[in-house]
């Protein structure tokens, strides 16, 4: 049966960087000149254009409280120099774009109380796609109405967002994501020195003098159970396949169904949730001197102290599933995403290298081609990726929940009046280079060096990879699969570390012998039931 982690794993490792559609509207008056920002939807990006000189000057023309659901008699007549202004509400933006065409309007501005980050015309609907050739753009209620007071002179042009290069928010993505990946390693680390510690030694019955420590339980690595190692690793093996089927299952379904689907994934990462930033925290919690009665319950025993922090840990996830849709439910989110993946990190365990390369490059192929292949068998041209990621192809308001969300800090254009948009990576970005740097983490144990060499080279590897993601992001200026960068940096600078050192046999089998004279590490040649795997 495939664990929690490993499902949790499948529905959070396809997120990556993605960016919405912003756009500028200018706005001419006589002497008076200034821009707002407003957004449209991706599916119309070949018809915004990218500079005035290129963007027609259309007439203002607010025809509110009108909600364009439909022509009616007496309905106005315009040219294509006309810019309609209309209410959002009643009926799709599809209908109020048809409106707007059939009426011969130059271009439609959709005003709305709440920013609309970007919506979808025609989602997967190739009729509509052909219909539709106006402009639509979406506007916020206080900027409309800014315009509207200028009178009936006011001249706008609709263009694409001139843009930052860099957001100050990806630099706290950047921090979040190392911090994560680096405490997580070094937290796995510790948690297996302490079971090492509070477990009676285990050494080679053949050879006392020499031991083969153990990275995972090593409580279930005892003599007697020699085999043990070998049927986890099927296991590994097994669970590792099951998760790859239910990780293309479960994006697909999102992708086909996502207004039914989303919610399945909300639940999923509530429970999830609670479960994680439980584990996180409980461990500080229990050094607490208060709240130490026990209560018990048939042969279940817990302590007031962890009652009190399961009631906390579930109170901030209802917290966050109440405010979820509300524009500072990013912070709740990220606390819990940052508990997720320092979890996931210390828990995750695998038997040797192998494992973790073999993972590695399937979720680094996957990426790849949800992000880039994908988009030549779409109707919109838009990757699976990047439209279950957003939710763009779909009219629900809700997005799935399995990244870290950052707002932009800057405006996007100079002039702008407002900081649209959110700097995004998702969980599966962290967790999938932290097996690695966990298993890093925990090899340095093993070799009981004071110094981490692993575990320092592989979390700087990851910093490198994800700058060159950041930077690919820029260049392109488009969704990169940011285990593209991440996965090649952090394989092979462990490599090329194990080879230096000639450690490269230990480290890929998931085996050393410390040798008890001059405290070296070796690679073992024993048969497979008399050496030890590191993670058992």
């Known amino acids: 049966m495939i664990s929690l982690k490993w499902l949790c794993l499948a529905i959070a490792v396809w997120l990556s960087p993605v960016e919405s559609s912003q756009g500028v509207l200018s706005v001419a008056n006589g002497s008076s000149v200034f821009k707002v920002c407003m957004t449209f939807s991706s599916e119309q990006d070949d018809v915004f254009k990218d500079s005035l000189d290129l963007a027609p000057v259309l007439v203002w023309l607010d025809l509110r409280p009108s909600l364009a659901c439909g022509l009616q008699s007496g309905s106005p007549r315009l040219t294509n120099s006309t810019s309609a202004v209309v209410q959002r509400g009643n009926c799709s933006f599809a209908e109020k774009a048809l409106y707007a065409q059939e009426m011969g309007a130059g271009a439609l501005i959709i005003i709305s109380n709440e920013s609309v980050s970007d919506p979808s015309l025609w989602g997967s609907n190739d009729t509509l796609r052909q219909m539709i050739n106006v402009p639509v753009a979406f506007l916020l209620t206080r900027f409309a109405d800014r315009i ?29 994501a190392v911090s994560c990946v680096l405490a997580g390693s070094y937290w ?72 039914y689907m989303v919610y399945v994934l909300i639940a999923i990462f509530s429970l999830g949730g609670v479960y994680s930033l439980y584990l996180t925290v409980a461990p500080f919690v229990e050094r607490l001197p208060c709240c130490i009665h026990k209560f018990e319950l048939r042969s279940w025993q817990m302590d007031a102290r962890k ?44 038997p040797n290298f192998k494992y973790v390369c073999g993972i590695s490059v399937a979720l680094f192929l996957y990426d790849v081609f949800f992000v880039f292949i994908t988009p030549l068998f779409t109707q919109s041209g838009k990757s699976i990726m990047e439209a279950v990621a957003t939710g763009s192809e779909s009219s629900s308001k809700e997005i799935v929940p399995l990244a870290f969300r950052i707002p932009k800090m800057l405006p996007f254009d100079g002039e702008c009046s407002i900081q649209p948009g959110y700097s995004l990576l998702g969980f599966g970005d962290i967790m999938v ?51 593209l960068y991440l996965v090649p940096c952090c394989l ?21 012998t410390v040798n008890a004279n001059d405290g ?8 497979g039931d008399e050496n030890e795997h590191l993670v058992s």
Not at 253 to 259: T, V
Not at 459 to 465: E, H, K, T, V
């Open 188 to 259: 796995a680390g510790l948690e297996h020195q302490r079971k090492q510690d509070a477990s009676p030694a285990v050494s080679n019955p053949v050879e006392p003098k020499d031991s083969a420590p153990s990275l995972g339980n090593v409580e279930s690595a005892a003599p007697p159970v020699e085999h043990v190692p070998s049927r986890r690793s099927l296991g590994t093996v097994i669970s590792l396949v099951i998760a790859a089927v239910v990780l293309v299952a479960i994006l697909l379904l999102l992708y086909f169904f996502y207004p």
């Open 433 to 483: 280079p932290g097996f690695l740097t966990g298993y890093c983490s925990r090899f340095d144990r093993c070799r009981a060096s004071p110094f981490p060499r692993y575990l320092l080279v592989s979390c700087i590897a990851y910093a490198i990879g994800l700058c060159l993601c950041f930077v690919a992001l820029l260049l392109m200026d488009t969704a990169q699969p940011a285990l």
């Open 520 to 527: 070296r590490t070796t690679s073992s040649v024993k048969r």
């Open 307 to 350: 009652l009190l922090l399961l009631a906390f840990c579930l109170g901030f996830v209802i917290w966050w599933l109440v405010i979820r849709l509300e524009s500072y439910s990013w912070i709740l989110q990220d606390v819990i995403g940052v508990a997720y993946c320092l979890s996931f990190i210390r828990l995750a365990q695998f």
């Open 148 to 176: 509207s007071s200028l009178g009936g002179t006011a001249r706008i042009q609709l263009t694409k967002s001139v843009g930052r290069p860099f957001d100050p928010s990806m630099v706290v993505i950047f921090v979040l």
């Open 492 to 512: 092979c600078s462990v490599l090329v570390v194990a080879a230096l050192h000639k450690e490269c046999d230990a480290f890929w089998s998931g085996t050393v």
